[in-house]
């Protein structure tokens, strides 16, 4: 009977990719009314036998199911049979071979759903009709670009909300078009003659792409204007009640607010013939807000990113000693995550800051591009992930250089990571991201208190006085002179995720501290955003705070002095915020213990969990499928 079920699913996907000469609904397709989880019998790792697996799939869980109901008809169904074919891991799948995870295609397609039902919702909540939703959404994809004026190309990576919508990452130079209210999706790919082939290889083949991407369409790139022109006037045939039920041509255009950069909306030569139907403002709105929420099947594959991250960690953490340089470090974390993970793209560029270089908080750049020798009385901190299908991860681990703490060491890293575990304590729905920000900064000013560089001004040391002068000092801004970086970002398709200050969300702050948080955003249910507290001796930092009046009277400045050219420690997961709490993505050693037995040899994962608080789940990839790991808990 399963494999029954599973025959008719893949030829329903089948009979819904056939291509039409005009946007037409498939057959009736009855959505389930209920989506099971792919598992399988728990069985025995092949490396670690004292673990229990079973198998995660990218289904949706039995929270924030969808409303089909609410949406037209022939979405409702491309939603409904995506929504299976991620459940039972078949269809279309992006794979790099081996044992890398096998994504499933349909991600993309419960993507356009959600995009096209926001935009429709947004339409209709303006008080116009059904037929007001009549459109076409338009998306220009990455280009393959040389560097400088030379005719090297770099490693191509896709635009992320094209991606977003079309799952098209191998492929430069694209155009896709999205039908609305239907939600068919055309992929315009470019070809080549003989010359480019004998060195580019032959053009793609328009069949092998969409059965590959899993769309409705795969057309020629030179075809694109002529399909618009076509569809946007049998549309406007169709079209009933006057101009304001007319056909859109809707683009992206908006402001990313980490970078201060536009979204370019797509063109091509032509398209100002319809100017007097474009839209630039209701698709960035839409599908923004679209990529802040995740699937399940999203959130999985983000699930294989830290994953694979977190063990090249732990690779790293291994073979880290005195002697090697910084660069050897990032090279050993690309090597395994694209060795053992298929990861071609690290999500940004890797940091690798040792010794008093770890107080530059994006250390790695041009002017200092991780050239510094390891010494024994280093602690590092590795700020390195890798991305797969455009996904991304970002994760920071600190660690003393020689494999044990001195003392010094060892209280800032108990600070910074009684910040890390008090933020997943609190982290659920309905929290602020700035309240999130303020409890980081009460336990890492409360470890600086309890190793003596700063002072209560007072003898008494009871835990009440100590919690009202800790309140003091974040009134004068003491939090961020020690960390001068928010808490934590959105992480998805980006490092630095969209959506973080979207129109309607709670504003920047001005306070010092706050206001370098990414998001003041309150939040909310399949977010994923990092948790990253860090404690950081930065000296102009500190010399300013000597000189500010409300500041000066709570350092000990000769403890202070101990700690100049420590450089900083930072600990960053990618956490999932679910129904009632939160779920830790990343699988890194966390508890001083934990860092000093993997980097004396100890397997990881472990046994047990010894610190329950980071809430990690423990996985592994099998065969291309996550697969949960039982460890026993403390």
């Not at 429709?120 to 220009?140: C, F, P, Y």
């Not at 003041?520 to 950081?536: D, F, K, L, Q, S």
């Amino acid at each position: 009977m399963l494999m029954f079920g599973v025959i008719v699913i893949q030829l329903i996907f089948i009979l819904q990719l056939a291509p039409s000469s005009s946007f037409q609904s498939p057959g009736n397709i009855v959505p389930p009314k209920e989506v099971h989880f792919c598992t399988s019998n728990r069985i025995r790792s092949n490396h670690n036998t004292h673990h229990r697996r079973h198998i995660i799939s990218a289904s949706k869980s039995t929270t924030g199911t969808y409303n089909y109901d609410a949406m037209p008809s022939p979405l409702s169904e491309r939603r409904a049979t995506a929504e299976e074919l991620c459940s039972t891991c078949t269809g279309p799948i992006y794979s790099q071979g081996l044992n890398t995870f096998q994504v499933p295609m349909a991600l993309h397609a419960i993507n356009r759903a959600k995009v096209v039902q926001s935009m429709t919702d947004a339409i209709q909540a303006k008080g116009k009709g059904a037929s007001s939703t009549r459109g076409l959404i338009l998306m220009e994809g990455g280009k393959q670009t040389t560097r400088y004026d030379t005719d090297h190309e770099p490693v191509f990576r896709q635009e992320s909300y094209f991606h977003y919508l079309f799952g098209a990452s191998q492929y430069a130079d694209c155009y896709g078009v999205i039908s609305l209210p239907e939600g068919e999706a055309t992929l315009f790919v470019p070809t080549w003659g003989v010359e480019t082939a004998t060195v580019c290889g032959s053009s793609p083949e328009f069949e092998r792409v969409r059965n590959e991407l899993g769309l409705e369409r795969v057309l020629d790139v030179g075809s694109l204007k002529s399909f618009i022109e076509g569809e946007m006037k049998r549309m406007e045939e169709e079209c009933v009640g006057g101009s304001d039920n007319a056909p859109r041509l809707y683009v992206l255009m908006g402001l990313n607010a980490d970078s201060g950069n536009y979204a370019i909306p797509a063109h091509y030569e032509g398209i100002e013939k319809f100017d007097y139907a474009r839209d630039d403002e209701a698709l960035f709105k839409c599908i923004e807000a679209c990529r802040v929420i995740k699937s399940q099947a999203e959130i999985t594959l983000m699930r294989y990113t830290n994953w694979i991250s977190s063990m090249a960690h732990v690779e790293v953490m291994r073979s880290c000693k005195p002697g090697m340089m910084e660069y050897q470090l990032e090279s050993l974390f690309q090597h395994h995550t694209y060795t053992h993970g298929g990861c071609r793209h690290m999500s940004y560029t890797c940091i690798c800051a040792c010794g008093p270089n770890a107080n530059i908080l994006h250390y790695g750049h041009a002017g200092r591009p991780n050239n510094r020798l390891l010494t024994s009385t280093d602690m590092s901190l590795l700020d390195m992930g890798a991305e797969y299908h455009c996904y991304a991860s970002d994760i920071t681990c600190s660690y003393p250089v020689k494999g044990s703490f001195s003392q010094d060491q060892l209280s800032i890293y108990e600070a910074v990571l009684a910040a890390q575990v008090s933020v997943m304590k609190e982290l659920k729905p309905g929290v602020s991201w700035l309240d999130m920000h303020r409890v980081a900064e009460r336990e890492i000013l409360k470890g600086l208190i309890g190793c003596g560089v700063l002072t209560t001004g007072s003898e008494s040391q009871s835990e009440e006085d100590i919690d009202n002068v800790i309140e003091e000092m974040l009134e004068a801004d003491m939090g961020a002179v020690f960390m001068p970086h928010g808490l934590g970002h959105l992480i998805g398709l980006d490092t630095h995720d969209v959506g973080g200050y979207a129109e309607g969300t709670p504003p920047r702050s001005t306070r010092p501290g706050l206001k370098k948080c990414r998001t003041a955003r309150i939040m909310e249910e399949r977010m994923v955003i990092t948790n990253e507290p860090g404690c950081y001796f930065i000296d102009p930092l500190l010399d300013m705070a000597l000189r500010n009046d409300k500041q000066k009277k709570y350092f000990n400045v000769e403890r202070l002095n101990d700690f100049r050219g420590f450089g900083g420690i930072r600990l960053e997961d990618n956490v999932w915020i679910t129904a009632d709490g939160c779920e830790n993505l990343t699988m890194c050693p966390r508890s001083p213990q934990e860092v000093l037995d993997v980097m004396n040899g100890m397997p990881w994962p472990p046994e047990k969990d010894t610190l329950p608080g980071m809430k990690r789940k423990f996985v592994t990839c099998n065969g291309g499928k996550m697969e949960m790991l039982d460890l026993e808990k403390s």
